[in-house]
């Protein structure tokens, strides 16, 4: 029973990592824009305050990817150890 609920969490937070990473890239590119974009564009339009948001919520996802890498690494080799 514990090497299934194992196997749900390593799948789950497998799951997890390309969409954080891809959150992690995507919303700061997507904030940047304000400042990166020609005169004329909407996104010029943005105050500042969303703008930062939308940066930390990239950077926190980033940092919740690698969170979670490292913990399916570790929950790999500790599944690999109990079926040794």
Excluded at 31 to 37: D, E, I, R
Excluded at 57 to 79: E, F, P
Aim: no cysteine.
């Amino acid at each position: 029973m514990k090497s299934v609920a194992l196997d749900r969490t390593i799948k789950t937070r497998r799951t997890l990592i390309p969409v954080l990473l891809t959150l992690g890239v995507m919303l700061p590119v997507v904030a940047s824009l304000k400042w990166w974009s020609s005169p004329e564009s909407p996104f010029r339009t943005w105050s500042t305050t969303p703008v930062l948001l939308l940066i930390a919520v990239g950077l926190v996802s980033l940092l919740m990817a690698v969170v979670n890498m490292i913990q399916v690494r570790d929950l790999l080799r500790q599944r690999r150890r109990t079926d040794v």
